[in-house]
């Protein structure tokens, strides 16, 4: 990642230990990507597939329409991923090696967790209880007790809602799952994280507010009880005036000048890993696993 500029070296600290968790999802998803497209091309190399001009047209016109669900309903798209779901299934049995078996659990980590986003931003109760049921045997593999015990707990309890709340999931569907603070539908986001950037975000500068203006208790009470009306007036006027605060975007990430720079990124990261060794290369010795070691003197060794 530091050889092909994604992070700076006096933050590789923070990225190991997850200190800064936008800065960790965007390098995974980036990592992870990457990882998946040499994979890709191992598959059409081992299975000498061709991936048709048809199937190439359908996904770019795909890609351009907004859907929370999308379907394929392309035969020849159909024939592409149902191979290629075969050949990440063999990848992950250890078929094709270990280090090939261990990059495919890797991708396949971080592809629950773009599932997982998914489903609170699109509010899809179905897809998150089951991408849950997937993450738990995550933690039970790591060790991680806590998670694993409650979260077994919490997702029993989601898969019986209709009997011990008969009426909660169809609410959960009209909208309560989430909170979109903008008019996207791909934007939804928890209800704990809408609190942590809004009120306690505010609540934490020490210049913002009525505390910072007044000490009288009924001030303040009448300040927060027409502040909802406030808001509303503003946002109101601001719209008509074409003065719109669009600032705060959930989707940041998908915008197309973000987009352009994260291919840049993808392809410096690409080039990396192509000049010292590709994990699903066919010439890598299948019964061992190998490791990347970047010290000056040192070479890329297997253990």
């Not at 009426?167 to 799952?177: C, N, Q, V």
């Not at 503003?234 to 959930?250: Q, T």
Request: hydrophobic share 35%; proline share 3%.
């Amino acid at each position: 990642m530091t050889e092909s500029d994604l992070i700076a070296e006096g933050s590789v600290s923070g990225f190991i230990t997850r200190k800064n968790y936008n800065r960790c999802k965007r390098l995974h998803s980036i990592i992870a990507l990457s990882l998946q497209i040499f994979h890709f091309n191992s598959f059409m190399l081992n299975t000498n597939f061709t991936v048709e001009d048809t199937v190439i047209d359908y996904l770019t016109v795909l890609s351009q329409l907004e859907y929370n669900s999308p379907q394929i309903q392309h035969p020849e798209t159909q024939n592409l991923l149902h191979l290629y779901d075969q050949y990440t299934a063999e990848t992950l049995q250890g078929r094709h090696g270990k280090t090939a078996q261990f990059y495919a659990m890797y991708i396949d980590f971080i592809n629950l967790y773009h599932l997982f986003i998914r489903s609170i931003r699109i509010g899809d109760l179905d897809l998150y209880i089951y991408v849950l049921g997937k993450i738990v045997n995550l933690f039970f593999y790591f060790n991680q007790q806590n998670y694993s015990r409650w979260l077994v707990f919490y997702l029993n309890q989601l898969q019986h809602i209709s009997d011990t709340h008969p009426g909660l999931r169809e609410e959960i569907a009209k909208g309560s799952f989430g909170i979109r603070r903008t008019q996207k539908p791909f934007s939804r986001i928890p209800v704990d994280l809408t609190l942590e950037q809004t009120i306690n975000g505010e609540a934490a500068r020490r210049l913002t507010g009525i505390v910072n203006l007044t000490n009288s208790i009924s001030a303040r009470q009448r300040w927060a009880r027409n502040h909802g009306a406030r808001t509303k007036i503003i946002s109101h006027v601001l719209k008509r005036a074409g003065m719109s605060n669009n600032r705060e975007d959930v989707a940041a990430d998908l915008h197309p000048d973000r987009l352009k720079e994260h291919e840049k990124q993808i392809e410096a990261f690409m080039l990396s890993i192509e000049q010292t060794t590709n994990p699903f290369t066919f010439s890598i010795d299948k019964d061992h696993l190998y490791q990347y070691l970047y010290w000056p003197g040192y070479y890329p060794t297997n253990c």
